[in-house]
């Protein structure tokens, strides 16, 4: 027997617990479980992977991608491991490198809708805004209820000039995510600045709410 | 009487008989308890108070003792509170280097010491102190898989306890037999029993007031066919339906006391290792092999010799008449013949350890000339070099042993196969029966002594024949302590040990099924059932007119015929079997484990590959079963001490994978050992 079953109970255990507090927010508790589980075995790749996401968290960027660069070292054959690395590299400004990490993540994985997602943000963000669109209505193709692609193609739009299908795409980000901060500062700034779209919009928001009735 | 006095007065009549016919179908010995006093009956005076009456007039109430159950019932639902046997492994006991010990150069294989062991450093790392541990077994929601009950009482408390728990095991215990014919008044055993059968739950009935009586039957219930298996009394529940007296807590003690014997003769993998290879090399060597039963001329008489303290008061008359019976020497019997120059017509051993040979030369001082023209009978399980220091030598195959078995289905007649067990006068007197002797005389078979401390003859090796540096007396002087009474032969008690009151026992059973034969016990040591009992000075009086004793050991030598074995098939055959049997643990170990019933059922199921009635008999049952017992029952107490169920599910995944690795690796044994001898 490779892994000790009581053992692996134990470390899913922990990293249960440190991925709940992860989104607690009690970052110092997880760190102390993912250390936990690190103590044990270092070449834990779920607690590696942790220990990354962890540290991007706190802004930590460049201790983040080394936990990351390890995760993918110990699992190279898991999309979320690259994904989340190209994460710390494009918030490093390694766009290259964060290009090559998230295709590595869709090779991987082909319907992984958040890995096409992040690349088109940093696509947008080297100019290249049609690959950018592409890959952002290939990742809501993939999961059409994930808000992130809408929003951030409705900030391409809104840089393009098309308004009304910039309005539209923040509309399908909040009608998705009604806490989406982000997105509903991006529509409501659209519609401040652009006050003919929001007839339209009101009258889009009535006839889906009418359908919902 | 009322029509609702005399409706209910025949409404409870008609209970009693219909149990009556049940016990009769079911149960023919609790029937006959009942038969015992036939015209007990219920009535309902004209006070209205409803009482038993017994058969001679005597009359008492019939207390309802519902609310009392009721209190009792509530009281054993608080697991906190709920009485439990408790049977723990020392589950943390790691040993640096696992070994038998001093004992380790006698031994084949070290799976035996190995795997318990690895199952301890595993607690260990995980639960090196009692956090994350329960204290005391558990297992799942209602679950009881042993529940013991004391006392049938009015029996309101048995369909409770079997609708309210999931019990895979009931044994209900009744020390007064008046309480029990009263319950079948009151209590369906009929609904009862089909209650228990839709519940899958398996029932028994002790009905005793004799308490060593009580713990064999509880012993018999454990060890029957498809009976529950012995690590479940780790755990066992116990339900008391009557107030806790000095015979209760007396049977208590006695079973907890007893429960070795659950264990006892399982044996080990090493064992039946041992056996295999000594088998393989006794047929290799061809020799003679007990195959020709009853051929012994009726009238011959046989002495069976042991090495208890009787025997230095019997020397006179062994001396007298050793010309006229077949001596038979049993083991280290043969040091106090030696001394007195009487020279036995067989020596027979059972041990399979290579020791034998060395106690054997070193009990008659070397005097190999000794052994000229004693003939030598042991079991296939003894090693080839004691077979080789006789001139004529037989081997009997020995049941209950793995080769025993692999012989027996490749064409040894099933009724030369003795038990001969568990001691070497068994394996005499079983020959000596067997082979047609029907008067025979046991001398120092005393199988216990009325001086504690006295079991063996003031001749006998293990005393005083071996230097003290000898290795051997420190082997020979792990002798069990003697602890139990039973009754003596020439009256009052005596004691003796465990493995002597078993052997006991087995002589019991040996001489029962010839009744023409007369077994003459002349020991002033413990009474066995079936002998007859017989002072020395009474002998000659005795004395039968015995046949030639010439012709009655050549009888007995011709009993022995070779008989060629295809080693290499049977080499296949064996190998084959434990791949099978491999593959069958495998598929029980692979099923699906979401809860500890699941873990339990695993459990069993591997413990019913080698104690079911149609497995019992198999060779790698009988190869297997004593360490996966070990085994089995190790897992079992961890499991169900464990808090966390998903560990303890874990904790169970690893004891199976290692039970896997145990046999893999015993297989490769095996093959070794059988690989030796063709080299």
């Known amino acids: 027997m490779k ?41 834990h790749a779920a607690a590696l992977h942790g220990m990354g996401v962890l540290c991007i968290q706190q802004s930590l960027f460049s201790e983040g991608e080394a936990w990351l660069r390890q995760a993918t070292e110990v699992e190279p054959e898991r999309a979320g491991n690259w994904n989340d690395l190209g994460e710390s590299l494009r918030l490093l400004g390694k766009s290259d490198e964060a290009i090559l990490a998230y295709r590595r993540s869709i090779e991987l994985h082909p319907s992984f809708g958040d890995a096409f997602n992040n690349l088109a943000v940093v696509m947008a963000g080297l100019g290249d805004t049609e690959e950018a669109k592409r890959l952002l209505k290939q990742a809501i193709e993939i999961n059409p209820e994930d808000p992130h692609p809408y929003n951030n193609l409705g900030v391409i739009m809104e840089y393009e000039g098309a308004f009304e299908d910039a309005v539209q795409n923040y509309e399908e980000a909040v009608k998705r995510k009604h806490d989406f901060i982000e997105a509903k500062q991006n529509y409501a700034g659209i519609l401040a600045r652009n006050p003919s779209k929001l007839m339209d919009s009101m009258r889009r928001l009535l006839e889906n709410t009418k359908s919902i009735c | 009487m009322t029509p609702l006095q005399t409706a209910y007065l025949k409404k409870l009549r008609m209970t009693a008989e219909a149990n009556a016919a049940f016990f009769e179908l079911n149960m023919p010995s609790h029937r006959m308890l009942l038969d015992e006093s036939p015209s007990s009956s219920v009535d309902i005076t004209n006070q209205g108070e409803l009482i038993i009456r017994n058969a001679n007039g005597d009359s008492k109430p019939v207390v309802a003792d519902i609310l009392k159950m009721e209190g009792r019932l509530e009281k054993f639902s608080d697991l906190a509170d709920r009485p439990q046997i408790l049977a723990f492994h020392k589950l943390r006991e790691v040993q640096e280097k696992p070994s038998h010990g001093h004992l380790q150069r006698y031994h084949y294989s070290n799976l035996d010491a190995d795997f318990p062991n690895r199952v301890r450093q595993h607690f260990a790392k995980y639960f090196p ?59 369906d055993y009929v609904l009862l029993s089909r209650m228990a059968s839709e519940r899958g739950t398996d029932m028994v009935f002790i009905v005793q007031e004799d308490v060593e009586k009580i713990a064999r039957s509880l012993m018999a219930a454990m060890l029957k066919s498809n009976g529950l298996p012995q690590f479940l009394i780790h755990g066992a ?69 042991g090495s208890g303290p009787s025997l230095d ?30 020279k ?76 001969g067990q568990p001691t070497v006068a068994n394996t005499a007197l079983d020959f000596a029966l067997s082979a047609g002797f029907r008067n025979i005389y046991l001398f120092g078979v005393d199988l216990g002594s009325k001086n504690k401390e006295e079991h063996h003859s003031k001749h006998t090796v293990y005393l005083n024949m071996l230097p003290e540096e000898d290795h051997l007396k420190t082997l020979l002087s792990n ?201």
């Not at chain 2, 008359?317 to 007195?340: E, N, P």
Request: net charge negative; glycine share 4%.
């Open chain 1, 3 to 43: 892994v000790d079953p009581l053992e692996k109970v134990r470390t899913d255990k922990l990293i249960e617990k440190a991925h709940k507090h992860l989104l607690d927010g009690s970052i110092d508790n997880a760190r102390s479980n993912f250390q936990e589980v690190l103590t044990q075995n270092p070449n």
């Open chain 2, 344 to 419: 036995p017509d067989f020596h027979v051993e059972k041990e399979r350890q290579q020791v034998v040979h060395d106690i054997l030369v070193k009990s008659i001082h070397g005097d190999i000339d000794f052994l000229a023209g004693v003939n030598f009978i042991g079991l296939n399980t003894v090693h080839s070099d004691v077979f080789r220091l006789f001139e004529r030598r037989g081997m009997i195959i020995k049941a209950a042993d793995t080769m025993g078995a692999m012989l027996e289905r490749s064409g040894m007649p099933q009724q030369t196969v003795l038990s």
């Open chain 2, 479 to 679: 002798q069990p302590d003697n602890d139990i009474s039973v009754p003596g032969n020439f009256g009052g008690d005596i004691s003796t040990n465990k493995v002597l009151s078993f052997a006991r026992r087995m002589m019991e059973y040996a001489i029962v099924p010839h009744p023409d034969a007369k077994v003459y016990n002349l020991n002033d040591g413990a009474l066995i059932e079936h002998a007859i009992p017989l002072y020395a000075e009474d002998f000659e009086a005795k004395w039968p007119v015995a046949s030639s004793k010439a012709s009655a050991v050549e009888a007995a030598m011709a009993a022995f015929e070779h008989k060629e074995f295809n080693l290499t098939e049977l080499r296949q055959s064996l190998l084959g079997q434990i791949d099978d049997f491999i593959v069958q643990i495998a598929e029980i170990v692979n099923r699906e484990q979401n809860s500890l019933s699941d873990v339990i059922d695993k459990l069993i199921a591997i413990h019913r590959l080698t104690f079911d009635t149609e497995n019992m008999g198999k060779p790698c049952a009988l190869l297997f079963r004593g360490t996966l017992s070990r085994l089995l029952s190790m897992a079992f107490n961890a499991v169900t001490i464990i808090r966390d169920q998903d560990e303890a599910l874990a904790k169970a995944e690893w004891d199976f994978s290692n039970i896997v690795d145990f046999l893999n690796q015993a297989r490769i044994e095996v093959n070794n050992k059988i690989e030796q001898i063709s080299h």
């Open chain 2, 313 to 342: 008061g019997l020397i006179p008359l062994l001396r007298k008449f050793r010309d006229r019976a077949v001596i038979f020497s049993c083991g280290t019997a043969i040091s106090i013949l030696h001394k007195m120059e009487i």
């Open chain 2, 129 to 187: 102190d009692n956090t994350g541990l329960v204290p005391y077994p558990t297992f799942g929601e209602n679950e009881i898989p042993l529940l013991i009950v004391f006392g049938s009482g009015l029996g309101w408390h048995l369909p409770r306890l079997l609708m309210e728990y999931r019990i895979r095991h009931l044994i209900v215990i009744e020390t007064s037999v008046d309480d029990f014919r009263l319950s079948v008044f009151f209590q």
């Open chain 2, 237 to 305: 529940a116990l339900f008391y339906a009557l107030d806790e007296d000095e015979l209760v807590c007396k049977i208590r003690v006695t079973i907890i006391e007893t429960l070795w014997e659950l264990f006892f003769g399982l044996g080990y993998f090493d064992d039946e290792l041992i056996t295999v290879q000594h088998s393989f090399d006794n047929l290799y060597h061809n020799f003679p092999i007990y195959l020709r039963p009853n051929i012994v001329d009726k009238d011959a008489v046989a002495f069976i010799v």
